[in-house]
């Protein structure tokens, strides 16, 4: 007779250990599986940008502001200070060259030249007093040596005759000596008059040559005064419009305060501000343009300021050609600025994928565009709207360009549509 033979079961202790054998198996096994072979991510195509290589001129430039400015703009400093008396003018007047703005008082300086205009007066008199004791000085002197001249004729004439008549024996000795000495004084004395007269009108001419320089001089000063008078009164230095007056009828102005400017409306320029990371980059001449009522318009640097404050540097573009005819001074343009000449390069077009990878690698779709994969790539310049790309792609390439915040990690991107 069979007997049922009763089926041995695994002991509670076995089938533990064997679970856990089981468990660690299959977890080497999925670790090897991740850590050795690609990581893959399904991503719906719709969560993404996907952008085409193209080939195509390229022109490195970046975006900057500028602001229009006068072409010409003079500052109005208080050439002296003083109380503002009268104003001729409000802001924004059209000025022509030499119409006056405002009158400042200064009683100092007016003062100044009331004493400075007397002392004109004093030295001309005393100069006048000087010239005419010096005349007097010199009629003198050659009413002495008309004199002496006329009594040196008389002793010569005494001296020639008594000589003649000394030879004839017809006088003495001694009244041929009298005329002979009476005759030598007046001819040193003659000799010594005219050395005076000489030095007295040397002595003249140089005293009043002096008086000539001070008086000059004087009179320099006193001109110099009465323009500081005159600049009392502000006025416009050139033709052009008055914009930024700031003074009000009894305030002070110091010397040297700035009251306002005259701008000239006979052209504009653009005053831009650059970052200074770009300053080595920035010279002369490089060509910027803007969009203005639906046309384009150009602009070039014409001068660079080095001096960097809050971390920009400024430049001044003039425009080149034609100047767009509703602009108007203190409005804003958005100008390409362009760094380097037009070439042809592979382009590809920016996206937030930069911001994870540094532009050193990509995704890039396969043929049928299934499947995304990561290769490394290179890029060269840039501007606001293309990489150049010098390595790693090429035209007709198709790649996923917007942000990879969840794809670090990953090797392969398989593309899904949802459907």
């Keep these: ?67 229009v400015l006068p072409v010409t703009t003079i500052y109005l400093d208080a050439l002296e200070g003083g109380r503002v008396e009268e104003k001729f003018v409000e802001d924004g007047a059209m000025m022509k060259k030499g119409d006056p703005i405002l009158r400042l008082s200064n009683t100092d300086l007016e003062l100044s030249l009331a004493n400075q205009e007397t002392s004109v007066f004093n030295l001309l008199t005393q100069m006048q007093i000087s010239r005419n004791a010096a005349q007097q000085n010199t009629i003198m002197k050659l009413n002495q040596g008309s004199d002496v001249e006329s009594s040196f004729i008389e002793a010569e004439r005494t001296y020639k005759l008594n000589k003649q008549l000394y030879d004839q024996q017809a006088i003495s000795l001694m009244e041929f000596k009298q005329s002979e000495n009476n005759y030598n004084y007046y001819l040193k004395k003659k000799t010594l008059t005219e050395q005076i007269l000489k030095q007295d009108s040397s002595s003249v001419k140089t005293e009043l040559s002096q008086a000539n320089e ?56 653009v005053r831009v501000d650059i970052d200074e990371h770009y300053i080595s980059r920035i010279y002369n001449g490089l060509m910027g343009e803007f969009s203005f009522g639906g046309k384009d318009y150009k602009l070039k640097i014409h001068k660079v300021y080095t001096q960097v404050t809050n971390g920009k540097f400024q430049v001044d573009m003039k425009f080149e050609g034609e100047l767009p005819k509703d602009v108007r001074r203190g409005q804003t343009l958005q100008i390409r600025l362009a760094l380097s000449d037009e070439t042809q390069a592979i382009l590809l077009p920016k996206g937030g994928f930069y911001q994870q990878t540094g532009g050193n690698w990509i995704f890039k779709l396969n043929e049928d565009g299934s499947v995304a994969y990561k290769i490394d790539i290179q890029l060269g310049r840039q501007n606001p709207e293309y990489y150049e790309i010098m390595q790693g792609l090429q035209p007709g390439d198709k790649v996923i360009t917007s942000g990879y915040d969840n794809y670090e990690n990953t090797q392969e991107l398989v593309l899904k549509e949802n459907k």
Excluded at 34 to 59: A, M, Q
Excluded at 237 to 257: M, S
Aim: proline share 3%.
């Design 1 to 67: 007779m069979d007997r049922v033979i009763e089926k041995k079961k695994w002991p509670a202790k076995k089938i533990i250990t064997v679970s856990a054998v089981t468990a660690i198996v299959l977890l080497i096994v999925a670790s090897f599986y991740f850590t050795s072979g690609k990581s893959k991510l399904n991503v719906d195509t719709e969560r993404i940008t996907i952008s085409e290589v193209s080939k195509g001129p390229f022109r490195e430039f970046i975006p900057v502001n500028g602001i």
């Design 214 to 269: 001070s008086y000059k001089r004087t009179q320099e000063a006193l001109k110099i005064m009465r323009r500081k008078v005159e600049d009392l009164v502000v006025r416009a230095p050139i033709d052009g419009q008055l914009t930024a007056l700031d003074v009000e009828i009894g305030q002070n102005k110091n010397k040297g305060e700035r009251l306002g400017q005259i701008d000239v409306t006979s052209g504009f320029k």
